[in-house]
């Protein structure tokens, strides 16, 4: 049974810092492509970074340069390292492992 299990979020003011993990079981991190995606109140959810196995990483042109994507093969966890945060970034952020499995979600709030 793979599971992906989210959290870091919270209330951030603009112009912070913070870190999101993402915990997987079931399989590997470093097998498969992982990616963040993030859904803002009344938008569609869109991709904001992956890295594949090779470890090659991409960003949404919004984030590069303030976010990074890393991942840990012994933790077998992924993080998105999100910088400088705005308004903009406010949203549920999932996690994914390769084309089918989600986690649940957690809520960044970037506010002063």
């Known amino acids: 049974q793979v599971q992906l299990v989210e959290s870091g979020g919270g209330l951030v003011q603009p112009g912070g810092s913070l870190r999101l993990s993402c915990a997987l079981s079931g399989r590997a991190v470093s097998s498969y492509t992982m990616s963040w995606h993030r859904q803002p109140p009344g938008k569609k959810r869109e991709l904001v970074a992956l890295?594949?196995?090779?470890?090659?990483?991409n960003y949404a042109d919004s984030v590069k340069g303030r976010f990074t994507i890393s991942r840990d093969n012994a933790k077998n966890t992924v993080y998105l390292q999100m910088n400088n945060v705005k308004p903009d970034d406010t949203a549920v952020y999932y996690c994914?492992?390769?084309?089918?499995?989600w986690g649940q979600g957690t809520q960044v709030t970037v506010s002063s």
């Open positions: 994914k492992s390769g084309d089918f499995w």
């Open positions: 890295i594949t196995s090779g470890g090659f990483t």
